[in-house]
């Protein structure tokens, strides 16, 4: 019965190699949100999505991009990974906050990207 | 924009005994702070969370105040068990911000048997 599905747990990619990171769910929660995490340090938010609307954090690089093609379904794409794109990359998943204050927001088990 | 700050970043402890963990933020409208915990190679997993609303929550062993006027909120951990080693995140969020979380730096307890 898991929730928040992340595919592939373990993605090894080369240098400048295009990545892209997949994330499901069945919650039918409309906001999802993509983190990165690197070893020993806190998530941090690229972006998230209400429904189909993109919110890009202002300091995440261009190099990220996502997409949401349906309600279920989101993904990261990482155009040219660089070493220190390794990381663990967190999807996460949450009923909208606006429409009557905070959800909780619900984590997937991770992809953990290994660039060489 | 919000900035959260986490102390302890380790903290060990004996069985049976308690753990604090302390977080501050910055942004005063900030009105919803959870707490995950983050076992290794694991997803982080809410524990408890607690909306401005409310000066305090509890959940059997695990509580959580908030002083709204000082900007601070404590996760507290009473009889502590091993099981309970983990990192420990706080985070502070903005309803109207999209829900995003703002994370503290985090806490690596250690509960020794």
């Known amino acids: 019965d898991a929730m928040v599905i992340q595919n592939p747990r373990y993605q090894v990619t080369q240098f400048g190699k295009p990545v892209t990171l997949s994330c499901s769910q069945t919650l039918n929660h409309n906001v999802m949100y993509w983190y990165q995490q690197k070893s020993s340090q806190a998530p941090k938010l690229l972006f998230h999505?209400?429904?189909?609307?993109?919110?890009n954090e202002a300091d995440t690089p261009d190099n990220f991009q996502s997409r949401r093609p349906n309600t279920s379904f989101c993904f990261l794409d990482i155009r040219s990974p660089g070493l220190g794109d390794a990381a663990m990359y967190l999807c996460a998943t949450s009923r909208d906050p606006r429409t009557g204050g905070m959800e909780t927001q619900y984590f997937g088990p991770g992809t953990r990207l290994l660039v060489l | 924009g919000e900035n959260v700050e986490q102390h302890p970043s380790t903290l060990s402890v004996q069985e049976g005994d308690s753990a604090v963990i302390k977080c501050t933020y910055s942004?005063?409208?900030?009105?919803?702070f959870p707490w995950y915990k983050q076992e290794l190679g694991k997803r982080p997993q809410l524990i408890i969370d607690i909306r401005s609303n409310v000066g305090e929550k509890k959940d059997q062993r695990i509580a959580v105040t908030l002083n709204k006027t000082a900007k601070h909120f404590s996760l507290h951990i009473t009889e502590t068990q091993p099981e309970d080693s983990a990192v420990y995140f706080c985070?502070?969020?903005?309803?109207?911000?999209?829900?995003?979380?703002?994370f503290g730096q985090g806490t690596e307890l250690s509960v020794k048997p």
């Open positions: 985070a502070a969020s903005l309803y109207n911000q999209g829900g995003k979380l703002i």
């Open positions: 942004d005063s409208a900030s009105n919803y």
């Open positions: 999505y209400y429904d189909k609307d993109f919110n």
